[in-house]
Structures are given as C-alpha cells and as structure tokens.
C-alpha cells in the first residue's frame, strides 16, 4: 500500500508483533505497517532446526548483547544475544515449547494483573497450537504453530526420565504441558523437521493480504507523541528518515531490550535516566527498563557412552554432511532437533505442588557455556545436563545511555543479588547429580567432565555457578504490566499507563518468568492484544 498513514503500526516482526500484525489484518477492515529492523527470515541455518547453533555462531540475523560487569557472576560480561529478523527470537531460538507454570501465571493475577491467571491464558496457549499429542482439554489441535514431540533414537531421554522419578525429584508424566510439572519427551514448534517461527506460522500467509505491510530494515527511533496520545513513529529505512502516521494504534514489539529503549527515546521513562541521556521528559514512568529478569543456565557435562552422545556427528565435517543429508531427504534426525531430547518441570523439595525448577538433557556437550562464538562439541563422546531455576527473584535493568537509537540500551543483569537465586540453582545442580547417579542413567555415564568430582562442595559448586553460568536467553519483564502506575508501565490490556493509542506486546510486559521457555507466553501476548484492540478493551 502506497501510504504513509496506517490504521495500526508494529514495531517487531517477533514472536509476539507478527502474531498481532497477522490478527489486526486479518478481518481486512484495517491497514496494518508491520516494521523489523532486522532482514527478511531467508538464512537457510534459521529452517534448520539445529541451525541454532550456526545462526548465532554467523550473527547475521542476531543482535548481539552483552551485560555490564556483573560481580555475582565474577564481573563476566554475560552474552545476550536476541532475534534481528523477520521472526525476531522465535527464528534463532532453541524451539522449546512450554506453555509455562500455572501458579505463576496466578501470581501475577493476584500482583495486580487481573485477567493474567492461568484459566486465562490457557484458551490462548490452546488458539495458538497445534499438537497432536496431549489432552483436549489441554492441548490445542489447529493453532498456527506447529508442535512436535521429540521421537526417541537412542535410550538417553528415556533413562533421563526414569531416572529423576527412581530418584524421587518429579514423575515422569505423558505431557510436560499438561499443568507444567514432571518430565516427559521435548516438545518443539517444528513443522515436517522444519523451524515453526512465527514467520511460518503468521507472516507467510498474512502478508499476502493487501492491508498488511511488512517492511524490513526499518529502524524506528521514537514513537511520535501529540498532546499524550501516539500518533505514528520516526524510523529510518535505507538511510532515509521517514514518519509514519497511525490513525488508531502503535504497538511496540521490540522485546525486552528494545521496548523499553524506544519508550526512553521517545521521552517515556525514568526522569534521571532521560536527562543523562539527553532525551526531553514527555511522561514519567518509574519502571521503565526496570524489573529485567532472566535465568542462570547451569549445565553438568558428562562423558557418555558413545552410542547416547551426538557429538562426533556434529563434530566433524563428514558427520555433519552424513546428518545434513538425512535431514535434507527425510527431514529427520539429530538435525530435526535442537539436540535437547526430555526435560522436567520439579518442585524444590518432593513435599512441594509447584514446579520451581527446570531440568533437561542435551545430547551433546560443548565447552563454551553458551557464550559467543563457535559452539564445538567435545571430542569425546558427552552429554550435557542443565537446570534453572523457573522464578528468578533477582532483578536487573536496561535503559538507554544516548539518543542515539543504534546504540545498545546499557544492560544490568545482578543475577544472585536475591539469596533465593543461588540456593536454587545450587539445589538444582545437586539434582542433576543424583539423576546422574540414578540407575539407569548411571548406566549410560562415564564419568563428570565439567566441573567433575573435585567441585564437591556447596562453595565448589557455588563458585562453579558463578564462573561459568550464562544467560538462558529469556530476558523480560522491563514493561512489566500492572493496575498501578507507579510499579509498572502497561496496563492488563498492554496500553502504556498515560498514553493514549500506545500498547506493548512482547516479553517485556511479564511481571515474572512463569515460563522456562518464553516462546509460547510472547505469541499469546502478541494475541492478546490484538484481540484487546478488537474488543475495544
């Protein structure tokens, strides 16, 4: 459409914008710019299920991130890398499909979130799924994201899940997803051994309708704002500057990192962080680019038996040309995956209802703990098991440090600043152990490589924590959504608290993580709102 006057403008072509572009144009009643700074989704790597690891390894469809100095992390800087893409995160993410934790989801009801619980979101998880596995009452059959259960080709997920309930942490359950506690095989959005992002799932057949405008390689750098009310947005595309005008909406799509950056430079924010950055005031908002909050990964690595370990076949040129062409024929195998075969949901302690910690199987072993550059498995034949804690209560922040709005936002992490953190992942390591020691996985591992036997102390494995733990890649929370002002920026419908014709709809509006994965909760935000908007809510 040859226009620069929308009725609604999307700034993020990711999990949660391209589900709310493809919904707003869907009745075709209303013109629709969708704009992604990142390129289209044609990276060859980004179908590949398994490409994940080359995609980050290439940066070209990523942006990325890296933390302050964090001195509970041993001043690393922690790499955080997002979606720059057509898809956003949803094209360069590990697929892992969790639909989250249901007493989390009821907390943030009861924290000033109503219509945020888990009966709530439950429809959504269902609309935007298709799964033919599971329960009806549970599982969704004819959403537009593709999910597939991992099919098993070696004993290795099997022990994995056997051997945390012989160890009395969690049952081994049908379907992870059916209320977000004990373990069973992954599930993945993968659709015939091809990445379901939501380019797929959304803009494929979206952008074929004459109302929707998908443009990429626009980097927009503020949100025009008139007498409080959003009124279009200032980008840059090819070089040029240009505005585009909104007669109803913006929603902003950016995700954690990028909303709250856009928000700042667009004059909305912390009073103290505009003025050092340059920006005039235009609206006061305290908790902008405040509450970050992410996951410490923390993985155990084993030597294996051969036969459970994938890594000579991803580690050498000819094993990768032997699974590349199983792939490319059959659309099956090690490639169709994201080499994490079985993961459980598990309480801290067995006495407890609630799921507060994540642990998983990865069927190879790298040394770079998810840092950037090349990811290279072992040598050796190896496994890796990994574990987080669900709920992080520390908190972080993300704020902008100029104007300028390709500058990256400054980036706090302050993982382990809540004592809570660390005995939590410290008791999940100690977990992983056990199942390791636990028959038959016991039967399946040689011995511990990373850190090993001498890390056999709380302050060995604490020390171990804070040297080597990474990000899980789940960042949100900086937009968080409340009923009050003061300690949020959006209300339950997404609309910027004293902006009119302004939502958000991406990971930043989650109060808490109440999702290990993050994938699933952003496609139903992005859902969400549009169906806010449509309902005049």
Not at 332 to 349: N, R
Not at 405 to 430: E, G, K, Y
Not at 478 to 487: H, L, M, V, Y
Request: hydrophobic share 35%; charged share 20%; proline share 6%.
């Amino acid at each position: 459409m040859n226009t620069d006057t929308y009725d609604y403008i999307v700034v993020g072509a990711g999990s949660g914008g391209a589900a709310a572009a493809a919904r707003l144009s869907e009745s075709g009643k209303h013109s629709v710019l969708l704009l992604e700074a990142g390129p289209p989704d044609k990276n060859i790597w980004t179908r590949i299920p398994l490409g994940v690891a080359k995609v980050l390894e290439q940066a070209k469809v990523t942006r990325s991130f890296f933390t302050e100095p964090d001195p509970n992390m041993d001043n690393r800087k922690i790499y955080w890398p997002r979606g720059w893409v057509v898809g956003g995160s949803s094209t360069v993410n590990g697929m892992i499909w969790v639909h989250g934790t249901p007493r989390e989801y009821d907390l943030w009801a009861e924290d000033g979130c109503p219509g945020w619980a888990y009966k709530d979101l439950q429809p959504w998880f269902k609309k935007i799924e298709s799964f033919q596995g599971g329960d009806d009452a549970t599982r969704g059959r004819k959403g537009p994201v593709t999910i597939t259960e991992y099919k098993p080709v070696d004993g290795m997920p099997d022990a994995f899940l056997d051997s945390i309930q012989q160890a009395g942490i969690a049952p081994r359950v049908k379907d992870y997803n059916a209320r977000g506690f004990g373990g069973s095989y992954l599930q993945f959005n993968t659709r015939n051994g091809v990445r379901c992002n939501t380019r797929m799932a959304y803009l494929d057949e979206a952008t074929q309708r004459p109302n929707l405008t998908l443009l990429t390689g626009a980097m927009v750098g503020r949100v025009v704002i008139e007498n409080k009310r959003a009124v279009g947005v200032a980008a840059k595309v090819d070089g040029k500057d240009v505005q585009f005008k909104a007669r109803r909406e913006v929603i902003l799509s950016g995700g954690a990192f990028n909303s709250p950056q856009l928000l700042e430079l667009s004059g909305i924010g912390r009073r103290d962080v505009l003025a050092a950055a340059g920006v005039p005031l235009l609206h006061e908002l305290q908790m902008v680019g405040e509450n970050l909050s992410e996951h410490v990964y923390s993985p155990l690595m084993y030597r294996s038996r051969a036969e459970v370990s994938w890594n000579s076949g991803l580690g050498s040129p000819m094993g990768q040309a032997k699974l590349g062409l199983q792939w490319l024929t059959t659309r099956k195998g090690p490639m169709a995956t994201s080499s994490i075969t079985a993961q459980a949901f598990v309480p801290l302690t067995p006495d407890r209802k609630d799921a507060e910690i994540k642990l998983q199987v990865q069927q190879l072993s790298i040394s770079n703990n998810r840092g950037a550059g090349k990811l290279k498995p072992d040598t050796f034949p190896g496994v890796t098991l990994a574990s987080f804690q669900i709920r992080p209560r520390s908190r972080g922040s993300c704020h902008i440090a100029s104007s300028n709005p390709t500058a990256d936002p400054i980036l706090f992490s302050r993982h382990f600043t809540h004592d809570d953190d660390i005995h939590h992942c410290l008791t999940a390591l100690r977990m992983s152990r056990r199942i390791a020691e636990t028959g038959p996985m016991a039967r399946l591992l040689e011995e511990e490589v990373r850190p090993g036997g001498k890390a056999a102390s709380d302050e060995d494995l604490i020390a171990y924590l804070r040297a080597t733990g990474a990000t899980a890649w789940h960042p949100l929370g900086t937009c968080r959504i409340g009923s009050d002002a003061s300690q949020s920026v959006v209300d339950p419908q997404l609309r910027v608290h004293g902006i009119q014709g302004l939502r958000i709809a991406d990971a930043s509006v989650m109060p808490t993580i109440a999702s290990t994965n993050t994938n699933a909760i952003s496609i139903a935000i992005g859902e969400r709102v549009a169906d806010f908007i449509q309902r005049g809510a």
